[in-house]
C-alpha cells in the first residue's frame, strides 16, 4: 500500500513511525504547511517527502491519514472522499457541528471509507472492560467513570483554538464511555474551573471540567478532565456494576499515591497520551489497513465522532450556562 501522511507534528510523527513499520505499506508521502518539518520526518523513517499537502491527491496513493491542524481536517477529509481515497482522520472531524454534518455528507456521495482516531477504543484495557459489559459480567451498570489528567497544560496559543476542554479532551472520555456501554448519552451536567494560568479564562475556556451525564438506559457516567496533574499522565475508565466491576488503565503506571505515601505503581508514569497509547495507535492503523485493503468497514466512522461531539457541545453549554442540557437540545 502506499500512504500519504497529510501532518508531520507529533501524533503525525508517531502515525509516520507505525505506518513505516506495518508490513503492508510500500512506501509512505509525507506532507506538511512547514516542508522542512515533513522533510526532516520522512528522512527519520524512510518515507518521502511532498512539496505540499495539496500533492497528496494527485500521488496515487492508496489511503491518506489525516494528522494536520484541526482546522485543516475538514477540507483534507473533503478532499479524500472527492477523490475516493479512504481517510483515517484524527479527531475531530471539523471543528463545528455545522462542518462536521457537511464533511459527513460529502463521504456518504462518495461513499469513501473513513476512520476516525479515537484510538480508546483500541486500548486492550477499554476493550476488555466493553467485552465484560456486553457479556453481561458485571450484572446492569450503576456508574461509569472516566478521567483524562493531563501532567501539564498546552502553550498559551493551543487554547484559543481547541474548541475547549470538553470538545478537545473530554470528548475521548464522552466516547469511551459510548463505547464501553454501548449506550447514548441524553443529559448532561457540566461544571468547570481555572486556578491556573490566566490564559484560559482568557479564552473562555477551563483548566479543568467535570461532567455528570445520564445514558439512556439510567447510567450514570461521571467525566473529569484536568490540564494540571503534575504527578504524570492519568487515562483510567471504571465500569461499577450490580455483580462486579472493572477498571482501565490501572496499573504500574498509573500516577497515584495512597494517603500514607505508598506509590501504587511501581514504574515511570506515563507522560502523555503517545506514551499511554503507544499500542493503541499501532491498532488502530492496523484496523485501517484493513478497511483500505477492502477488508473490513471503518470501525469508527464519522457518525461515531459526531455523537460524541454533540455530548461534548452539550457539556460546554452547560457549563456556560449552569444548568442541565439534553443532548437533542444541540442537534442540528
Same mark, same amino acid.
Given at each position: *500500500?502506499?500512504?500519504?501522511?497529510?501532518?508531520?507534528? #507529533?501524533?503525525?510523527?508517531?502515525?509516520?513511525?507505525?505506518? !513505516? $513499520?506495518?508490513?503492508?505499506?510500500? @512506501?509512505?508521502?509525507?506532507?506538511?504547511?512547514?516542508?522542512? #518539518?515533513?522533510?526532516?520526518?520522512?528522512?527519520?523513517?524512510?518515507?518521502? =517527502?511532498?512539496?505540499?499537502?495539496?500533492?497528496?491527491?494527485?500521488?496515487?496513493?492508496?489511503?491518506?491519514?489525516?494528522?494536520?491542524?484541526?482546522?485543516?481536517?475538514?477540507?483534507?477529509?473533503?478532499?479524500?472522499?472527492?477523490?475516493?481515497?479512504?481517510?483515517?482522520?484524527?479527531?475531530?472531524?471539523?471543528?463545528?457541528?455545522?462542518?462536521?454534518?457537511?464533511? *459527513?455528507?460529502?463521504?456518504?456521495? @462518495?461513499?469513501?471509507?473513513?476512520? *476516525?482516531?479515537?484510538?480508546?477504543?483500541?486500548?486492550? $484495557?477499554?476493550?476488555?472492560?466493553?467485552?465484560?459489559?456486553?457479556? !453481561?459480567?458485571? $450484572?446492569?451498570?450503576?456508574?461509569?467513570?472516566?478521567?483524562?489528567?493531563?501532567?501539564?497544560?498546552?502553550?498559551?496559543?493551543?487554547?484559543?483554538? @481547541?474548541?475547549?476542554?470538553?470538545?478537545?479532551?473530554?470528548?475521548?472520555?464522552?466516547?469511551?464511555?459510548?463505547?464501553?456501554? $454501548?449506550?447514548?448519552?441524553?443529559?448532561?451536567? =457540566?461544571?468547570?474551573?481555572?486556578?491556573?494560568?490566566?490564559?484560559?479564562?482568557?479564552?473562555?475556556?477551563?483548566?479543568?471540567?467535570?461532567?455528570?451525564? &445520564?445514558?439512556?438506559?439510567?447510567?450514570?457516567?461521571?467525566? @473529569?478532565?484536568?490540564?494540571?496533574?503534575?504527578?504524570?499522565?492519568?487515562?483510567?475508565?471504571?465500569?461499577?456494576?450490580?455483580?462486579?466491576?472493572?477498571?482501565?488503565?490501572?496499573?504500574?503506571?498509573?500516577?497515584?499515591? &495512597?494517603?500514607?505515601?505508598?506509590?501504587?505503581?511501581?514504574?515511570?508514569?506515563?507522560?502523555?497520551?503517545?506514551?499511554?497509547?503507544?499500542?493503541?495507535?499501532? =491498532?488502530? *492503523?492496523?484496523?485501517?489497513?484493513?478497511?483500505?485493503?477492502?477488508? =473490513?468497514?471503518?470501525?469508527?466512522?464519522?457518525?461515531?465522532?459526531?455523537?460524541?461531539?454533540?455530548?461534548?457541545?452539550?457539556?460546554?453549554?452547560?457549563?456556560?450556562?449552569?444548568?442541565?442540557?439534553?443532548?437533542?437540545?444541540?442537534?442540528?
Amino acid at each position: *500500500m502506499r500512504i500519504g501522511l497529510a501532518g508531520a507534528g #507529533r501524533i503525525g510523527a508517531r502515525h509516520a513511525e507505525t505506518l !513505516g $513499520g506495518l508490513p503492508e505499506v510500500e @512506501s509512505v508521502l509525507i506532507a506538511d504547511v512547514d516542508a522542512d #518539518r515533513a522533510r526532516a520526518l520522512a528522512r527519520k523513517h524512510g518515507a518521502r =517527502a511532498a512539496d505540499s499537502v495539496g500533492d497528496l491527491f494527485s500521488s496515487g496513493l492508496d489511503a491518506i491519514v489525516v494528522a494536520a491542524a484541526t482546522d485543516a481536517h475538514a477540507d483534507l477529509v473533503t478532499r479524500a472522499a472527492d477523490t475516493g481515497i479512504p481517510v483515517f482522520c484524527e479527531k475531530p472531524v471539523a471543528p463545528d457541528i455545522v462542518g462536521t454534518l457537511q464533511v *459527513m455528507e460529502a463521504v456518504r456521495r @462518495s461513499g469513501c471509507q473513513v476512520q *476516525m482516531g479515537f484510538q480508546r477504543r483500541f486500548d486492550a $484495557g477499554h476493550v476488555a472492560v466493553r467485552d465484560a459489559v456486553a457479556a !453481561g459480567r458485571l $450484572g446492569w451498570l450503576h456508574t461509569v467513570r472516566s478521567c483524562t489528567l493531563d501532567p501539564a497544560p498546552p502553550p498559551p496559543g493551543y487554547i484559543p483554538v @481547541s474548541g475547549g476542554i470538553f470538545r478537545d479532551c473530554a470528548v475521548h472520555d464522552i466516547d469511551g464511555v459510548r463505547f464501553v456501554t $454501548g449506550r447514548e448519552v441524553v443529559q448532561v451536567v =457540566a461544571v468547570g474551573a481555572n486556578k491556573g494560568e490566566d490564559y484560559f479564562a482568557e479564552s473562555g475556556d477551563v483548566d479543568t471540567g467535570a461532567a455528570l451525564l &445520564t445514558l439512556d438506559d439510567g447510567t450514570i457516567a461521571i467525566i @473529569s478532565e484536568t490540564r494540571y496533574n503534575a504527578a504524570g499522565y492519568d487515562v483510567r475508565l471504571e465500569a461499577l456494576g450490580a455483580k462486579d466491576s472493572l477498571v482501565a488503565g490501572l496499573n504500574e503506571h498509573t500516577p497515584l499515591a &495512597t494517603a500514607d505515601g505508598d506509590l501504587l505503581h511501581a514504574g515511570a508514569p506515563c507522560t502523555g497520551f503517545l506514551d499511554r497509547f503507544g499500542p493503541a495507535y499501532t =491498532a488502530e *492503523m492496523r484496523a485501517f489497513l484493513r478497511v483500505v485493503a477492502g477488508e =473490513a468497514e471503518s470501525p469508527c466512522p464519522p457518525e461515531e465522532a459526531l455523537e460524541a461531539f454533540y455530548v461534548a457541545e452539550a457539556c460546554e453549554r452547560s457549563r456556560r450556562e449552569a444548568r442541565a442540557v439534553p443532548v437533542e437540545e444541540v442537534r442540528a
